[in-house]
């Protein structure tokens, strides 16, 4: 039976908050103030550096505050993010200079408070393990952390077939609308001769892209 125009506007209405609603329940935010957050940020990043065999102090700088205070205004859904909430965080940077500190310090918080937990890995384990179709599948639509993006082999041999697995996944989560966060040692340039133009210009899509500057904190 054909609808009438009232109907597919009630139906187009229905559609639209259905959609809000789960766009809701897909963003991460923080209920924590500048000061409290301040207190454990540094805490939980030297701790990280513990767990990782190193013990040494974080220390902030002129560009690691900056990006540390945009993350703070994303998490916490605050106006002052220059960026769109809706999309997720990819930290662009050199070697050594803090990207995948900051960020999984941000995630151990936000576990902490029992908020979300967001899965991990780096670009070269996760490339391996999709070549395997439930650990694809189990990986569409959680939040989802790949750290070092371009490091990993871009191809991978799955019974025969070629398979991009990483660009693959970064193209079903764009479809899907999944919450992605990421880092990644190379230019815009750089990444779209590795995966291509049609995979980066989903990053625009899908990552408020931050620049992380300095120089490398290891020695």
Known sequence: MIRTIKEVNELAES???EH???FCKRKIVMDVNAKE???IFKTVAETFFLKHGT??????NAD??????QLYYYFTNNDKFNGEHSKGILIA???GVGKTVILKSFFEIIKMLNIRVIRSYHSKELAAKLVDKEVLTDNLKRPLFIDDLGKESLEANNFGTKIQPIADLISLRYDLGSMTFATTNYNFETLTKFYGITTTDRFKEMFNIIELGGESFRK
């Open 64 to 69: 690691n505050k900056k990006v540390i205070e």
């Open 93 to 95: 940077g050199k070697n």
């Open 37 to 39: 957050f301040s207190d």
């Open 20 to 22: 809000v609603n789960e």
């Open 55 to 60: 013990k040494r102090e974080f220390l902030y």
């Open 15 to 17: 559609q639209y908050t």
